[in-house]
T-cell receptor
Framework: GAGVSQTPSNKVTEKGKYVELRCDPI?????LYWYRQSLGQGPEFLIY????????DSGLPNDRFFAVRPEGSVSTLKIQRTERGDSAVYLC????????????FGPGTRLTVT | KQEVTQIPAALSVPEGENLVLNCSFT??????LQWFRQDPGKGLTSLLL?????REQTSGRLNASLDKSSGRSTLYIAASQPGDSATYLC???????????FGKGTSLLVTP
């Protein structure tokens, strides 16, 4: 079946602009996660959804970052007033809520802030 | 806070060698541990998942072991091939949450 998809694959934006990154999880997966990966580093957790609600947003770096999942499926990560330090690959993953909790990742969105 | 460390950071081996990648974590109260592969510019592909009650998992030429009490896992790759060249990431889910905590990865190069 279809895996996790993310759009766009690449996004270049100017400092100060607003961006939205989209994630389509695997159908039926209740849990959805956003991670951020900087060059040479492992992914770092940003936010986790159970259904429509953010169950844990402790990884969001500041209030410029916000994410929604209004219908419990597609999620959008929103970044306001982008800064050059926001440049990274943003990864989305989904998993079932029971059992092994194995997470399946999308291809990521590479964000470049100029 | 859970800290995950991977050693070595980089590894280069000739084709055909067996090799071991190491992962350690500071908090042994984990739910599961996953090994991932990441090719340059790509997302993560799950290789093996070991639940906390298990000691190892195998898939083809890959074998992952887990020693929860000592906070260690190893990924064994048998008869390495150039196509195995990639970055290998280890990650754990702690009992206290659902998020994966990742190491920085081991960059593997298998030369023909």
């Amino acid at each position: 079946g279809a895996g996790v998809s993310q759009t766009p694959s690449n996004k270049v934006t100017e400092k100060g602009k607003y961006v939205e990154l989209r994630c389509d999880p695997i159908s039926g997966h209740t849990a959805l996660y956003w991670y951020r990966q900087s060059l040479g580093q492992g992914p770092e957790f940003l936010i986790y959804f159970q259904g429509t609600g953010a169950a844990d947003d402790s990884g969001l770096p500041n209030d410029r970052f916000f994410a929604v999942r209004p219908e419990g499926s597609v999620s959008t990560l929103k970044i306001q007033r982008t800064e050059r330090g926001d440049s990274a690959v943003y990864l989305c993953a989904s998993s079932p809520l029971a059992g092994s909790l194995e997470q399946y990742f999308g291809p990521g969105t590479r964000l470049t802030v100029t | 806070k859970q800290e995950v460390t991977q050693i070595p950071a980089a590894l280069s081996v000739p084709e055909g060698e067996n090799l071991v990648l190491n992962c350690s974590f500071t908090d042994s109260a984990i739910y599961n541990l996953q090994w991932f592969r990441q090719d340059p510019g790509k997302g993560l592909t799950s290789l093996l998942l070991i639940q906390s009650s298990q000691r190892e998992q195998t898939s083809g030429r890959l074998n992952a072991s887990l020693d929860k009490s000592s906070g260690r896992s190893t990924l064994y790759i048998a008869a390495s091939q150039p196509g195995d060249s990639a970055t290998y990431l280890c990650a754990v889910i702690s009992n206290s949450g659902y998020a994966l905590n990742f190491g920085k990865g081991t960059s593997l190069l298998v030369t023909p």
